[in-house]
């Protein structure tokens, strides 16, 4: 079993930027995938961001590429969302999630683990 606690979700005003963080434990992470996700109010659950097990791959939602930056230090057994230039339509709830052996696909069902999530929001 991994367990996975999200941190740093807020209120920002648009433009902004916050940094959040997935704290793993239970086993390493160093073997798992790692995703973000966002739901936003009445929306299905959309992909974000991910990363291969070690750091070397990454994959973007359109919606966020070139803002967002997705980290992981095995080490810690932590992952890391930089959030840049951030819009009103960010808002949403944030959850990290775990891939075992996975490639850091986009898909939900991809996923074995998840954490309870992390609101922000993004002020006009």
């Known amino acids: 079993q991994v367990q996975l606690v999200e941190s740093g979700g807020g209120l920002v005003q648009a433009g902004g930027s916050l940094r959040l963080s997935c704290a793993a434990s239970g086993r390493t992470i160093s073997t798992y995938a790692m995703g973000w996700f966002r739901q936003a109010p009445g929306k299905e659950r959309e992909f974000v961001a991910a990363?291969?097990?070690?750091?070397?791959?990454?994959n973007y939602a359109d919606s966020v590429k070139g803002r967002f930056t997705i980290s992981r230090d095995n080490a810690k057994n932590m992952v890391y969302l930089q959030m840049n230039s951030l819009k009103p339509e960010d808002t949403a709830v944030y959850y990290c999630a775990a891939d075992y052996m996975g490639a850091g696909d986009s898909r939900r069902y991809y996923y074995d683990y998840w954490g309870q999530g992390t609101q922000v929001t993004v002020s006009s």
């Open positions: 990363i291969n097990w070690n750091g070397i791959s990454t």
